[in-house]
C-alpha cells in the first residue's frame, strides 16, 4: 500500500506477517541493494519474526552456552541481544 511521502515520491508498506528472522533478514538486503542502485523507491517492512538472539562483531564469546532460541550472527557492533515479546 503506497503512501504519499512527498511530491512525487511514495513509500511502499510491506506487511509479511510472521517470517523467520533469516529469510527477513536476507529480503530486507535485497530490498536495500536494490534501492540503493534506485531500482525501487523507499519501503517499510513490517513483519513479525519468531524469538532469536543476535550475536554482534563485538560479542565476547565465540561459543555461546546453550539458549532456548536460534542464535544469527549480526553485522553490527555490540554483544548478543535477545529479540522477541517483551
Known amino acids: 500500500m503506497p ?3 512527498a511530491a512525487r515520491e ?3 508498506v510491506l ?3 510472521l517470517v523467520e528472522y533469516r529469510t527477513a533478514w536476507r529480503y530486507q538486503r535485497r530490498l536495500a541493494c536494490r534501492r540503493g542502485r534506485g531500482l525501487r523507491e523507499d ?3 513490517l513483519l513479525e519474526h519468531p524469538p532469536v538472539y543476535t550475536r554482534g562483531t563485538s560479542a565476547r564469546e565465540a561459543a555461546l552456552p546453550a539458549l532456548p532460541h536460534p542464535v544469527h550472527d549480526a553485522e553490527r557492533g555490540g ?5 522477541g515479546p517483551g
Open 3 to 5: 503512501l504519499a511521502c
Open 10 to 12: 511514495t513509500l511502499e
Open 15 to 17: 506487511d509479511l506477517g
Open 43 to 45: 519501503a517499510l517492512i
Open 79 to 83: 554483544d548478543v541481544t535477545y529479540h
